[in-house]
């Protein structure tokens, strides 16, 4: 069974910058895909970027330029760079792996003066 256990989120004024992180634990199948998805309150769970092992990546339109998704040489790590965050980017962000899917438990981003 993969575990996820993302990392990295806190508050941060308009403009700035987070990195998230996601260790992963177990095996990870190349042919499934891993990523990052969001939470706003009220709102629907939305996908921000995934990647695959080869290197595929697809980001939403409303990060794109943005945010950056990597995962590390070992494939034991998915990295969420975000840059330019705005208030709208406010989420909770989740780690996440195709096969079942799986979830992490999620990481509190708040953007705000």
């Known amino acids: 069974q993969v575990q996820l256990v993302e990392s990295g989120g806190g508050s941060v004024q308009p403009g700035g910058s987070l990195r998230l992180s996601c260790a992963i634990s177990?095996?990870?199948?190349?042919?499934?895909?891993m990523g990052w998805y969001r939470q706003a309150p009220g709102k629907q769970r939305e996908l921000v970027a995934r990647?695959?092992?080869?290197?595929?990546?697809h980001y939403a339109d409303s990060v794109k330029g943005r945010f950056t998704i990597s995962i590390d040489n070992v494939k034991t790590t998915i990295y969420l760079q975000m840059n330019s965050l705005k208030p709208e980017d406010t989420a909770v962000y989740y780690c996440?792996?195709?096969?079942?899917?799986?979830w992490g438990q999620g990481t509190q981003v708040t953007v705000s003066s």
């Open positions: 177990g095996s990870i199948l190349s042919n499934y895909l």
């Open positions: 990647i695959s092992t080869s290197g595929y990546t």
């Open positions: 996440y792996y195709e096969l079942g899917p799986q």
